[in-house]
């Protein structure tokens, strides 16, 4: 039995770098545990305690999205809607290719949709909602054939 954290607990400790947690939310995503399974706001696959679902909502987070989100190469659902979370939305997060619900809504982010996220085949979900966001909805998201709410 391994008593370092999994690659998905260090990706995920990466990404709380960007992240204000002022009012200490995320104080049990701790590097001398094993798998970040149990921490707040995160959901593991049962068969291979793979991080699949990073939930997040009206925590008054700030920062950025970091652009290694998608190291977390498992992630099905992103759900950070309605912090204080600003910046751009990552060019990365087309590399989330299990993506199926990004929650984005009601935060500060600016810039442009990244015409990247029409490789997101996967995603039924798009909320982007309540932003900064300026420009034109980018043609690559008529690629997203399985998408039910944008």
């Given at each position: 039995?391994?008593?370092?954290?999994?690659?998905?607990?260090?990706?995920?400790?990466?990404?709380?770098?960007?992240?204000?947690?002022?009012?200490?939310?995320?104080?049990?995503?701790?590097?001398?545990?094993?798998?970040?399974?149990?921490?707040?706001?995160?959901?593991?696959?049962?068969?291979?305690?793979?991080?699949?679902?990073?939930?997040?909502?009206?925590?008054?987070?700030?920062?950025?999205?970091?652009?290694?989100?998608?190291?977390?190469?498992?992630?099905?659902?992103?759900?950070?809607?309605?912090?204080?979370?600003?910046?751009?939305?990552?060019?990365?997060?087309?590399?989330?290719?299990?993506?199926?619900?990004?929650?984005?809504?009601?935060?500060?982010?600016?810039?442009?949709?990244?015409?990247?996220?029409?490789?997101?085949?996967?995603?039924?979900?798009?909320d982007?909602?309540?932003?900064?966001?300026?420009?034109?909805?980018?043609s690559s998201?008529?690629?997203?054939?399985?998408?039910?709410?944008?």
């Open positions: 039995c391994s008593l370092a954290l999994s690659p998905d607990g260090i990706v995920l400790l990466e990404v709380k770098t960007g992240l204000n947690d002022s009012q200490n939310f995320l104080s049990n995503w701790v590097e001398t545990d094993e798998t970040p399974c149990h921490w707040t706001g995160i959901s593991c696959s049962q068969q291979d305690q793979r991080v699949i679902s990073v939930n997040l909502p009206h925590m008054q987070l700030g920062g950025i999205i970091s652009p290694n989100i998608c190291r977390l190469d498992k992630l099905q659902r992103l759900a950070l809607h309605q912090n204080g979370l600003h910046g751009y939305i990552p060019n990365e997060i087309s590399q989330c290719s299990e993506l199926r619900a990004l929650y984005l809504k009601a935060n500060y982010m600016q810039g442009g949709i990244p015409s990247t996220l029409g490789n997101l085949s996967m995603l039924t979900i798009l982007l909602s309540s932003n900064a966001i300026r420009g034109a909805i980018p998201l008529g690629r997203l054939t399985r998408l039910v709410y944008l």
